[in-house]
Nanobody, 119 residues
Framework: QVQLVESGGGLVQPGGSLRLSCAAS????????MAWHRQAPGKERELVAV?????STTYLQAVKGRFTISRDKNTVYLQMNSLKPEDTAVYYC???????????????WGQGSQVTVSS
C-alpha cells in the first residue's frame, strides 16, 4: 500500500509564507512526477506546480515567482511566499508512481491541506 501524507497548512496573513510537505511511503518502486494541486470553494481543482523525476518544474502562472516546488527523494514540498487571499484553497499533493507490484505509474493523492490567507 502507498500513502501520501501532507502537513504544513494553516492560516496566514496576506504577504506571509507557508511551507507544505507531502511524504510518500509504502511499497514504492519509483516515483515519476510529483505535484501540488489546489481547489478553492466553488472552483475546479487546478494544477499549481509540478516537478519531474529529473527536477524540471512547471508553475501555474498565478503563482510564478511566489511559489517554489522542490523534492527530496519521496517527499515533495511547496514553499509559498507573498501569499494572497486568492491563494486560499485546499491543497492536494499528487504523485505518479510505480509500486513493487505494478508495471506502470498510477495516480496517488494526499488527504488535502487547508491554506487560508486572511487578515
Amino acid at each position: 500500500q502507498v500513502q501520501l501524507v501532507e502537513s504544513g497548512g494553516g492560516l496566514v496573513q496576506p504577504g506571509g509564507s507557508l511551507r507544505l510537505s507531502c511524504a510518500a511511503s509504502g511499497s514504492i518502486s519509483s516515483i515519476d512526477a510529483m505535484a501540488w494541486h489546489r481547489q478553492a470553494p466553488g472552483k475546479e481543482r487546478e494544477l499549481v506546480a509540478v516537478i519531474t523525476r529529473g527536477g524540471s518544474t512547471t508553475y501555474l502562472q498565478a503563482v510564478k515567482g511566489r511559489f517554489t516546488i522542490s523534492r527530496d527523494k519521496n517527499t515533495v514540498y511547496l514553499q509559498m511566499n507573498s501569499l494572497k487571499p486568492e491563494d486560499t484553497a485546499v491543497y492536494y499533493c499528487y504523485a505518479a508512481l510505480i509500486t513493487r507490484t505494478t508495471m506502470y505509474p498510477s495516480d496517488y493523492w494526499g488527504q488535502g491541506s487547508q491554506v487560508t490567507v486572511s487578515s
